[in-house]
């Protein structure tokens, strides 16, 4: 196997559950290695939508930790759902940009119109129960 390319999933962690699908399926059709938010269930406790290091008072290093794992990409995979890109997200975009990182934006990659597509079915099988 050749060395697999490395991509960090930058976004608002309201969309965990978008980078979530997106991170596998770059993993399973594209053979990469995602780096991402962390990806954390319901049930841990106090679990905010999003937001989750600034609740927790740990924003400052994570976004600094982000931006390590940025450094390790061989490319970024924004999850700009709904055309979002909040402060951070924005940062991170500019950092990668500055190293010369190629940037993908889920609103325009095939892996974005394929996760719609599944939002929409799944949202369309819920309204019909």
């Known amino acids: 196997m050749t060395k697999p390319k490395i ?3 930058c976004g608002s962690s309201r969309f ?3 980078m979530a699908v997106c991170a596998w399926i770059l993993e399973r059709d594209e053979g990469a290695i ?3 938010l962390h990806l954390l ?3 841990y406790p106090n679990c905010p939508d999003h937001h989750l290091a600034e609740t927790e008072g740990v924003a400052v290093s994570m976004d600094e930790l982000h931006l390590r794992k940025i450094d390790l990409a ?3 995979f924004v999850v700009n759902a709904g055309h979002y890109v909040g402060s951070s997200t924005s940062n991170e975009v500019r950092y ?3 190293l010369g990182k ?3 934006w889920f609103t ?3 892996i974005g119109a394929q996760v719609s597509a599944m939002m929409e079915a799944a949202r369309n099988a819920a309204s019909q129960r």
């Open 74 to 76: 061989d490319e970024v």
């Open 7 to 9: 991509v960090t999933l």
């Open 102 to 104: 190629p940037i993908r």
């Open 108 to 110: 325009e990659d095939p």
């Open 34 to 36: 995602a780096l991402s």
């Open 16 to 18: 965990v559950d978008v």
């Open 41 to 43: 269930p319901w049930w």
């Open 96 to 98: 990668a940009t500055e």
